[in-house]
């Protein structure tokens, strides 16, 4: 019996393992060998910063909500010679170049005027369209023909622009008020609204906007001052340079570039009537797109307010310890943040902290860190005001039924003090909701930041404005009747 099973056994191994090669031969064999084709390589993508006021380089279509202009076209056909992908974002212009410098972003097309100054910080690449800069008065103004009748009167123009320092070392003598804004849009309203005699910007821009919403309106006047070359910017050091110099290059070489430019400048193109008119049955097209502002406007406030709850919770308690050294450090936290503007503070974290942390801040981030900041310095002196409130005689109470202090603060201060807060909590809570609309400087997509970007191809300012105030005013009265049903049915008659 022995013998057998040991020769079973053996027969056994030797029928599995040539069980076994013939699986190798008709299935792994064949696979293991089959042609191995190279996969396409995968392009990078470089974050690329834009200016959305800057009509007709960069603008919003109004029907498909998506960004289109001569520098779009001209950034696509750029990263497919080059051989890269892009995620576009909008900033204002006077943003761009610190993003850049704290590399937020790769790149920066925007009709950017080349210049020494900017040079020193970021890099540029070949020039690829040739401007400068021109005055923009109303119709029937037969004053203002150059510069120099810019004498007692106001100009505006566009803040981080060359043609506002243009201004600044031409007028320095004149006593001429210059007036610098954020956007092209709010210039030029501001123009027709009389509030300013003349816009002093780039040409192509100026003229534009009288072809189309401002025509009949207003007109431009007198010669073109300092010619100027509009580069693409990028980062100091950019390894893109020669493959966009190169794009460029090419672009001129194959025609892509003329064709390119006529679409956009061409008499056809800029005598469109289409989204210039002043209808506000146009605003209804504008709601869509606001409406994509809204969940990072409620998003930044309520993540914001969250953190600066806790924030103020741990400050505000600190402000009440009776030794110095933990209650000093909060006082000065409470004094900053409350002394110094929300704006301010989100500039500061979003282009100043990341040169000494040494890596960037998202846009989102740096906002709700503003926010819970800003709010909690608020909230501490409003946890402060309510524990402060409550009277010491309640103390005292709970000490001598045998409570300890931290006990009596938790069982008997702190509730009392809570719904003393819920109010002005209430308030904060508006407060940093509206604080939002300040972000759209550094590019946050929220509600003003929507709006501004629609009013840059419109330039229906006082129709979007108008719709944008009335969902501000839906969702803060909402809040407001939120917190009043709390405090009339689940806190009950104040302490």
Do not use: C
């Amino acid at each position: 019996m022995r013998g057998d099973f040991g020769f079973n056994t053996e027969y056994n191994i030797a029928r599995k393992k040539f069980m076994l090669g013939v699986v190798w031969l008709m299935v792994v064999f064949p696979l293991v060998n089959l042609p191995v084709y190279p996969q396409e390589a995968k392009k990078p993508v470089l974050k690329v910063v834009t200016d959305p006021s800057f009509v007709p380089f960069e603008m919003l279509d109004a029907e498909t909500k998506e960004m289109i202009g001569f520098d779009i076209d001209m950034l696509k056909e750029i990263a497919r010679i080059a051989g890269f992908e892009y995620e576009l974002e909008t900033m204002n212009f006077n943003g761009i170049v610190p993003a850049l410098q704290t590399r937020h972003v790769d790149l920066a097309i925007a009709g950017i005027t080349i210049t020494e100054e900017r040079g020193k910080v970021i890099d540029f690449s070949i020039p690829y369209y040739d401007s400068g800069l021109r005055l923009l008065v109303r119709k029937n103004d037969q004053g203002i023909k150059k510069l120099e009748d810019l004498e007692g009167k106001t100009v505006a123009t566009k803040i981080g622009s060359t043609s506002y320092d243009y201004l600044k070392e031409k007028l320095a003598q004149q006593n001429t008020e210059i007036i610098p804004y954020p956007n092209g849009p709010d210039m030029y309203m501001a123009l027709l609204s009389k509030n300013v005699d003349a816009v002093f910007y780039d040409v192509p821009n100026v003229a534009y906007f009288a072809q189309t919403r401002g025509a009949d309106k207003v007109k431009t006047v007198g010669p073109i001052y300092q010619g100027q070359k509009y580069g693409i910017a990028m980062v100091k050091n950019s390894p893109w340079k020669p493959s966009i110099d190169a794009a460029l290059q090419k672009m001129r070489l194959d025609g892509s570039y003329d064709r390119i430019h006529a679409k956009w400048f061409s008499a056809e193109a800029t005598t469109k009537p289409k989204s210039f008119a002043l209808d506000w049955r146009s605003t209804w097209q504008a709601i869509p797109y606001l409406m994509k502002g809204i969940p990072y406007t409620l998003g930044i406030s309520f993540a914001g307010l969250l953190l600066g709850f806790f924030i103020g919770l741990a400050f505000g308690l600190m402000s009440l310890h009776p030794l110095k050294i933990v209650s000093w450090p909060a006082i000065a936290y409470i004094e900053f943040f409350r002394g110094t503007p929300v704006l301010v503070q989100v500039l500061f974290i979003f282009f100043g902290l990341p040169e000494i942390i040494g890596r960037p801040i998202d846009a989102l981030s740096a906002s709700v860190i503003a926010i819970a900041l800003n709010s909690g310095a608020y909230i501490s002196e409003i946890m402060r005001g309510g524990v402060r409130s409550i009277e010491s005689g309640q103390t005292e109470a709970g000490l001598s039924l045998g409570l300890s202090q931290i006990q009596t603060f938790r069982f008997v201060i702190w509730p009392q003090a809570l719904k003393r807060m819920i109010p002005p909590l209430g308030n904060q809570a508006i407060i940093s909701l509206k604080d939002t609309s300040l972000f759209s400087v550094i590019g946050v997509g929220e509600l003003v930041r929507q709006g501004q970007v629609y009013i840059a191809t419109t330039f229906n300012a006082l129709e979007v404005y108008f719709v944008v105030a009335l969902i501000y005013l839906a969702i803060t009265v909402s809040l407001s009747a939120v917190l009043r049903y709390i405090e009339r049915n689940h806190l009950g008659e104040r302490a």
